[in-house]
């Protein structure tokens, strides 16, 4: 079975501070997905990954599949970042979905 | 506007009192999922659907029902309740099998079984 782990559980930055938050897994896998969890709850996809790197406005994901690893970079953070972002990978099918702890991000103004 | 909808989204209830958890998507989606989020324990998937009358269990089965009868819509059902089963809950859908689209999750449900 797929182990995810993303560190760090809780990052405190100041508005404006370049951010990263890391995923590795242990077994191969054929996508990694990126979420954001917001306060109240709703979950929003930012990231579909299976190689390669990937931007969208100030937020930039990378994977590497020799390493296993997986990073989310948020630049120029902003308190509305402030957010759980959390890391799920999936390996052979739909049903071997692993999802990381979750990440806590606070950005301070 | 693209969108997964659940319902309801906050319930109290009571042990045993038979209960269904409505999920539909607007997308055309063929992959839906479900799953349940605890403290300390994260999101697990609950049940998943590849698409109409394809069902196949996550993780986390025991306790719920699921049915694809149509497209749009994946209901998940909670025969007889039990207070293990308070929990936030989401469904999401992609184009395909999760690895093959981005994934789209409605608001949440949070159950709590008294």
């Known amino acids: 079975k797929n182990e995810v782990e993303q560190s760090p559980q809780n990052l405190t930055a100041q508005e404006g501070e370049f951010i990263t938050i890391n995923c590795s897994y242990s077994?191969?896998?054929?996508?990694l997905h990126w979420l954001q969890q917001h306060p109240g709850g709703g979950i929003v996809s930012l990231f579909m990954?299976?190689?390669g790197k990937k931007k969208h406005g100030r937020l930039i994901a990378t994977i590497n599949i020799q390493e296993k690893h997986s990073s989310l970079h948020i630049t120029a953070s902003h308190p509305r970042d402030s957010a759980v972002y959390i890391c799920l990978t999936q390996s052979g099918s739909a049903r071997q979905l692993t999802f990381g702890s979750g990440t806590q991000l606070t950005v301070l103004p | 506007e693209a969108q997964v909808t659940q319902n309801p989204r906050y319930l109290i209830t009571v042990t045993g009192k038979k209960l269904t958890v409505t999920c539909s998507q607007n997308m055309n989606h063929e992959y839906m999922s479900w799953y349940r989020q605890d403290p300390g324990l994260g999101l697990r998937q609950i049940y998943y659907s590849m698409n109409v009358e394809v069902t196949d269990k996550g993780d986390v089965p025991e306790g719920y029902k699921v049915s694809r009868k149509e497209k749009r819509n994946f209901p998940l059902i909670l025969e007889s309740p039990s207070p293990n089963q308070t929990s936030l809950y989401f469904c999401a859908s992609s184009r395909r099998g999760a690895g093959t689209g981005e994934l789209f999750f409605g608001e949440g449900s949070r159950l709590t079984v008294l």
């Open positions: 077994v191969g896998i054929s996508a």
């Open positions: 990954l299976s190689s």
